[in-house]
């Protein structure tokens, strides 16, 4: 197991927690129906890939040590700090320049599947 991911991964989901809450008593009461979209978008996108942080931290217990499964961790987070922290800030503070981060955490997130899937793949099994 890698207790780092499966950390990160906990501690998003506490913040997916926080940022529901800020959603629903905060945002959707300030914010027209297009940028409530945009934060919750953001807020389901933290809290899958929150799990799939979780689910990589619990494969290197299977998988062992790989250098695979470390890169696809590490995007995934970069990719989810990129993703959905761009949204939460373009909503939060109507600073659209950030919207140029965003696809760049998209990548980073796509990426990050693709590499779990090669580490699942190449890394040995444990019987």
């Not at 913040?15 to 914010?31: Q, T």
């Not at 217990?61 to 970069?78: D, K, N, Q, Y």
């Not at 580490?119 to 099994?125: D, F, N, S, T, W």
């Amino acid at each position: 197991m890698n207790r780092s991911f499966v950390a990160l991964g906990a501690i998003l989901g506490m913040l997916y927690v926080i940022m529901g809450a800020v959603s629903d008593h905060v945002v959707h009461a300030e914010v027209d129906a297009h940028l409530f979209r945009i934060f919750n978008i953001a807020l389901r996108f933290q809290i899958d890939h929150a799990l799939g942080l979780i689910a990589i931290g619990l494969s290197a217990a299977h998988i062992g040590r790989s250098r695979w499964l470390s890169a696809a961790g590490w995007l995934m987070f970069a990719g989810t700090a990129m993703f959905s922290g761009s949204l939460y800030l373009i909503v939060l503070t109507g600073f659209n320049g950030l919207a140029v981060i965003t696809p760049f955490g998209g990548s980073a997130l796509i990426l990050s599947w693709l590499l779990f899937v090669i580490a699942i793949v190449k890394g040995p099994a444990k019987a």
